[in-house]
């Protein structure tokens, strides 16, 4: 699994540009109706499998342990 940091244009300065992808026009954030910071994990098949907002990283860790298993 790949995981990237997805972040709009004006916040370049808080975060190491090579470790994020940049959505200069907000594209991206608009495509996942991200409005505020925001998490979303796309699944292999393209779909949607957890999403929110604002990060809930405990949300995250239940949703993994549920597909995973572990």
């Known amino acids: 699994y790949e995981a990237f940091v997805v972040i709009p244009q004006t916040a370049i300065?808080?975060?190491d540009e090579h470790q994020c992808v940049i959505d200069p026009d907000g594209k991206i954030h608009e495509a996942f109706g991200v409005e505020t910071e925001a998490m979303v994990v796309i699944r292999p098949d393209g779909f949607i499998g957890f999403r929110s907002q604002p990060i809930d990283e405990t949300g995250l860790a239940s949703w993994w342990t549920r597909i995973t298993g572990s």
């Open 13 to 15: 300065e808080r975060f």
